[in-house]
């Protein structure tokens, strides 16, 4: 294997032929959680020259994240003969592990290449922590595009760290997905104002920490695409409570009530924590109302985050959603939503990127968002637009989060006119 102190780029290796869902979508394109977990952990992507330039593009949006993560890139070597890809996987774990003397977690992720050509990443985990644990221990997870799309490798992680738990008929209730640092803190701020105590975190913000599941174990998830390990909980008995995602003014406060109400906070003490906060939310969204309210926004397929975003779009902001991928329209998981959202007849089928610019083109919306090559296509025609990449790296979960998103849009709005559509119409 190509030794990987960074990630580097791809040049000469040849990418293969996808369909939308398992191209630029792949497992691999949500790694903005991994900088979110400390530096206990670290990501080490089994893949080809492609991968570790996808990988590449992605943590550009955030240098900070390239220092938790690489790629080991596999020579033709490694394919002929898997032995010698362990024994060269073993030595570079052994060196990663000199280099880093906090870290007590490796995870090896799987990719088109490990799974192409059958290399057994199960097998590689298993002997690599018979020779390595207790002091690093060793897991993976698939985020192979020949199987995930874009935010699934966050799902196919956590879905992992699940397979890890005990069992417990007095398990603690538990918030499953992750969220960047700034985000974090806030949650964390509020169930100390909550005095909410007795909850876990799933992903694990250390390695030391165990987790307990049992059937009467509740759980939140805080993203809407994280439907494997949602089925992996109730398999083991626990029950899923329905909320909006906790994205705008409105979306948290629900997410965040539902909680509450769980641990027995009463309506008058929530309200005396989140008034302020929610107040300063809605302020914001009042200051930019003139450049929001009426606005067109279509909303192309990306990381799964399109319905949670046209409900705070349409109900907070007032936007006028003109497109809306209905892909997710049966995750139970954006159910909350969509009861909000109620009737849109705006659904697009955006299959592939063609289309998407394509629908882009003929509805000809104030601002578009999807994918980071879409948008950047878009924006070079005139379009405005906001990349979904961005979102996902950025912080917008709960009231900052909800002020965040309302600034960006409205900065988005304020952008240059469009000269190529004014001179097209």
């Known amino acids: 294997m190509h030794e990987f102190s960074k990630i580097s780029g791809c040049t000469d290796c040849p990418l293969l032929e996808h369909s939308r869902e398992n191209s630029i979508y792949c497992g691999l394109t949500d790694l903005a959680w991994m900088g979110s977990l400390g530096d206990e952990r670290f990501f080490l992507i089994i893949g080809g020259k492609p991968c570790a330039a996808h990988a590449q593009k992605i943590s550009d949006f955030s240098p900070r994240h390239q220092q938790n993560f690489a790629t080991a890139i596999l020579e033709t070597s490694d394919i002929q003969d898997h032995e010698r890809a362990f024994k060269s996987l073993e030595g570079e774990v052994r060196k990663l592990g000199q280099d880093r003397p906090n870290m007590r977690e490796l995870v090896l992720i799987g990719t088109c290449p ?74 964390n701020s509020y169930f100390e104002s909550l005095q909410i105590s007795d909850i876990c975190r799933i992903p694990r913000r250390s390695v030391e920490n165990q987790i307990s599941v049992g059937k009467n174990t509740h759980f939140w998830m805080t993203q809407p695409y994280l439907s494997q390990s949602k089925s992996f909980l109730e398999n083991l008995g626990s029950q899923y409570v329905p909320a909006p995602v906790p994205i705008g003014e409105r979306g948290t406060t629900a997410w965040l009530w539902s909680i509450a109400q769980k641990f027995g906070v009463t309506r008058r003490h929530f309200d005396e924590v989140t008034l ?63 009861e909000r959202l109620g009737q849109l007849d705006v659904s697009i089928d955006a299959s592939d990127f063609a289309s998407c610019v394509k629908i882009a083109r003929s509805l000809k919306a104030n601002i578009t968002v999807g994918d980071h090559d879409i948008s950047r296509a878009l924006s070079s025609e005139g379009f405005s637009t906001i990349s979904a990449l961005d979102l996902m790296m950025d912080q917008i979960h709960f009231y900052i989060g909800s002020k965040n998103l309302t600034l960006k849009f409205a900065q988005a709005l304020q952008s240059k006119p469009n000269k190529n559509l004014a001179a097209a119409e």
């Open 114 to 187: 490990t799974e192409v050509n059958d290399i057994d990443l199960s097998l590689m985990t298993k002997r690599l922590n018979d020779k390595l644990a207790p002091e690093i221990m060793v897991s993976c997870f698939d985020g192979s595009g020949i199987h995930t799309i874009a935010s699934q490798g966050e799902d196919g992680f956590i879905a992992s760290e699940i397979g890890k738990a005990t069992q417990s008929e007095d398990a603690k209730p538990l918030v499953v997905g992750s969220l960047c640092a700034e985000s974090d803190k806030e949650l």
């Open 276 to 338: 302020p906060v929610r107040d300063a939310a809605r302020r914001c969204i009042e200051d930019q109302k003139e450049h929001l309210k009426g606005k067109t926004v279509l909303l192309l397929p990306s990381y799964g985050l399109e319905i949670p975003l046209a409900r705070y779009l349409k109900l907070e902001c007032g936007m006028d959603v003109v497109g809306l991928d209905d892909q997710n329209f049966t995750n139970e998981l954006v159910s909350k939503d969509l």
